[in-house]
T-cell receptor, first 118, second 113 residues
Framework: AQKVTQAQTEISVVEKEDVTLDCVYE???????LFWYKQPPSGELVFLIR??????QNEISGRYSWNFQKSTSSFNFTITASQVVDSAVYFC???????????????FGQGTTLQVKP | NAGVTQTPKFRVLKTGQSMTLLCAQD?????MYWYRQDPGMGLRLIHY???????AKGEVPDGYNVSRLKKQNFLLGLESAAPSQTSVYFC????????????FGSGTQLSVL
């Protein structure tokens, strides 16, 4: 069975601090995809990044960076120099292929609420 | 660019009533999903569809039924609503299933009294 765990329920930081959101996943599939989504206070869900299981390169996009480590089954998300606009709920998600998982099923973690104070 | 449209946006039901949530997408996506979001539980998959005429159960399918008679529409039905079904419901679609990002609707806030 697939599982995504985001152990941090809530994080509060002061603007300009760096913050890392943790994501640990479980899957028996050899091919899988990992995602991060952002849900701002307005409620919509916004795609941030996708990573497949064969690509362990870290990725940086502006103030955002992602660290994918298969050895620890983790896909952590770091925001550098956080801003008030980063305040949101962040979800990590997983889909697996080739094993017991059904094609197309995307499982989400519980989400981490990030509050950035001015 | 409509994307994924959910109707209604808000609904209040009494226990035992039935209702249907409609999801429509105009991106010609094969895959469509229904999730529910509850505090502390994240997004949980109710049902999904990998193409017109197909449906499959997700993590929490009990109490819900779905239909995908047309490729662009995915309906979620509650036959006899219960207070435990109070939640925010999100529909999503994708071109490549779990390999591609999901496009989400704006959500439906459902309260069952």
């Amino acid at each position: 069975a697939q599982k995504v765990t985001q152990a941090q329920t809530e994080i509060s930081v002061v603007e300009k601090e760096d913050v890392t959101l943790d994501c640990v996943y479980e899957t028996r599939d050899t091919t899988y995809y990992l995602f991060w989504y952002k849900q701002p206070p307005s409620g919509e869900l916004v795609f941030l990044i996708r990573r497949n299981s064969f690509d362990e390169q870290n990725e940086i996009s502006g103030r955002y960076s992602w660290n994918f480590q298969k050895s620890t089954s983790s896909f952590n998300f770091t925001i550098t120099a956080s801003q008030v606009v980063d305040s949101a709920v962040y979800f990590c998600a997983l889909s697996g292929f080739g094993g017991s998982s059904n094609t197309g099923k995307l499982i989400f973690g519980q989400g981490t609420t990030l509050q950035v104070k001015p | 660019n409509a994307g994924v449209t959910q109707t209604p946006k808000f609904r209040v039901l009494k226990t035992g009533q039935s209702m249907t949530l409609l999801c429509a997408q105009d991106m010609n996506h094969e895959y469509m999903y229904w999730y529910r979001q509850d505090p502390g539980m994240g997004l949980r998959l109710i049902h999904y569809s990998v193409g017109e005429g197909t449906t499959a159960k997700g993590e929490v399918p009990d109490g819900y039924n779905v239909s995908r008679l047309k490729k662009q529409n995915f309906l979620l039905g509650l036959e006899s609503a219960a207070p435990s079904q109070t939640s925010v419901y999100f529909c999503a679609s994708s071109y490549g299933g779990g390999r591609e990002k999901l496009f989400f609707g704006s959500g439906t806030q459902l309260s069952v009294l």
